[in-house]
């Protein structure tokens, strides 16, 4: 798929509320009623509010939020798999949340594939049928050639004619990330594809979606409660809390500049030097002094930075971005954006 | 005022009741009642076609046929053995040609059943309406006394297969129905949405998820429809259906001990034969997401 023919998503003040009369509340939260409230007076739940997201194409969007957040509430509504209360999911001039349901089910047959928490793999299917689902419900003839090449690609060859049940579930999950990549759609919804899994099957589960990634240029969205996940994948990152979109950004600004109170006790935890970037610390370099010998990368991560600088016994670096003199970096400076300015604070 | 006698409506006006609706449906019955038997005349063709193939063809043809079908469903060669043996003991005591008549009326019902059971089940599935509909329904046609519904049946078709036939299938289809609906109730709502992501339509939906993962729940309904109708044989045979019930229903007028049991107990065999054999079945249909590791 080329670069051109893709679309952002754009999410529109998006309002869902769940209960009968729904629509009846959409005014009265508009104009400031609480989740509370809204639950105590008229035992309706307030699932999302005022979310507004522009999800860019060819990149992966973390929607981060603890479990009642509404993450996966809000992925829902971008294939149409939950209709909104009020307000828009455009993709190329086109609104999902008013198609009909044979334009829906166009969109999501062309437009996007999905992967699930518990893999919702089909359980009297092979993993070569499971791959060849999508495939099949399009009437496409090379299905299952298709099918056979995906799951080679996520390194299950030979497994072809097991049953699910049959499999662990890192290997479950590759089959359910399989199904999806063979649809050959932009848009790929990961509906914490990756949280019912070990943490090191997990991380070997992130590093064959980056590695696809690098490659496919897929528009990704990516649902996690784990901010780590979130740092590691998310070119974007957006924290939901109740409903309500806290902060948007991507995972330097939101480490480094939380939105507020809430954000900045979920990141106090990140290692915060495998997210910070040489270039966000380093300084101006002062006019007529003279540059250090050693350089790094604008863009190097700094544990790695500060790896490089000790294993050299230098206590200062030129931040170079190719040709480009960027600043100075020391040691000390690099410790300092390293320690968590609230734990640092506490200490004294 | 009475409090002993309960206030009921007056003899008279329950008779002029009574008859009203008698003569309603009598009158119904004569003017549509040819028309009802010409509608179902296939149905007792069919029903004779299957009973003289299974009569007149040479007994050991009949024997291996079946041998082979229960093999074919249940590929259990104990199943297979045990029938042919069941079948031998029971022609040896001179009840082959009746055995094969409820073989034939079983075998006509349960197709019955299962052509109208499946899609009334699915339809019940996919609409809360209908379910709410149709189960009053089916409670009533499971515990409304058989012999209720035999006389309307019989008023409009007379004696014979058919009214058997349908006496049987109202009493036998319930099973399948209910469990055609369970089934299909309980596929896992994740996968159904998985298929709901990549674009089913309803119909994709029905033959790729929910009809084979609600299969084995099926295949339970249609065991039942086949016992349940084994079970009325007797009950139809006051009807005039032919078959082992009729010289059990002999056997209790006239208090023929033996005669009895031993006609009895060629209803047992036919009933085991086909349990085992659809059980075997519904459980190979299983094995596919049962596989080891």
Redesign the interface.
Known sequence: MTEAGMHDIEIRDLYKIFGPEAGRHVEAVKAGLTKAELNDRHNHVLGLQDINLTIPHGRITVIMGLSGSGKSTLIRHI?G?IRPTAGQVLYDGQDVVTMTPAQL?????QK???V?Q?F?????RTVLRNVA??L???GIAEAEERARHWIGRVGLQGYEE??P??LSGGMQQRVGLARALA?DAEIL?MDEAFSALDPLIRMDMQSILLELQQELRKTIIFITHDLDEALRLGDKIAILRDGAMEQVGDGQEIVLRPANAYIAEFVREVNRGRIIEARTIAAPAADGRALPGFAVKARSRLDLVARRMTKAGVSEAQVRDGDRLVGIIDLPSILEAMVNPADAANDD | MDLIRFPEMSRGSLRAMRQTIDSGFRDFTRAWGDTLEAIFAPLQDLLTLIENLLIRSPWILVLAVLAAAIWLASRSWKIALGSVLALLVVGYFGMWEDTMRTIAMVAVCTLIAVVLGIPIGILMAQSNRMNALVTPILDMMQTMPSFVYLIPVVMIFGLGKVPGVIAVVIYAIPPVIRLTNLGIRQVAPDVLEAAEAFGSSSWQKLRDVQLPLALPTIMAGVNQTIMMSLAMVVVASMIGVRGLGQPVLQAINQQYFTMGVMNGLAIVAIAIIMDRTTQAYGKRLQKHTEAGK
């Open positions: 294939n798999l089910r166009d969109f999501r047959r996007t594939a999905m699930f518990k919702a793999l089909l359980p009297h689902y999508g099949d419900i399009r097991y049953y049940r049959q649809n919804l």
